[in-house]
């Protein structure tokens, strides 16, 4: 059985890839009981894995900063709310690749 570290190892290399790193942010805002931690940490894992590849433009990195510090003083509640709100109209938060 893996130990938590080379899973650990293993997920940042799957983040690497972009369809990869979308459907992982996309199954956590999915997820019926939430925990808004879960969001931060998805988001720190894929900017650390974009770092190690040198994917991560220095913008990317700035507004991963400033979402961080706002999911640390929020809880990250307002984007679960905004995903149940888009439920109950009958939509869903679908995340894509940009066309380049």
Same mark, same amino acid.
């Given at each position: ?7 650990? #190892? ?5 983040? $690497?890839? *972009? !369809?990869? +790193?979308?459907?992982?942010? @996309? ?20 900017? #650390? ?5 040198? $994917?991560? *433009? !220095?913008? +990317?990195?700035?507004?991963? @900063? ?35």
């Amino acid at each position: 059985m893996p130990t938590s570290d080379s899973y650990r #190892e293993f997920l940042i290399e799957c983040l $690497k890839d *972009p !369809e990869h +790193a979308a459907g992982y942010i @996309e199954a956590i805002l999915a997820e019926k009981d939430p925990e808004p931690k879960l969001l931060r940490n998805a988001l720190r894992k894929i900017a #650390e894995a974009y770092t190690t590849s040198n $994917k991560l *433009p !220095e913008s +990317a990195k700035q507004h991963h @900063e400033k979402l961080d510090k706002i999911l640390t003083q929020s809880g990250g509640s307002e984007i679960y709310t905004f995903v149940e709100l888009l439920d109950a109209l009958g939509f869903r938060v679908a995340i894509a690749l940009k066309e380049k």
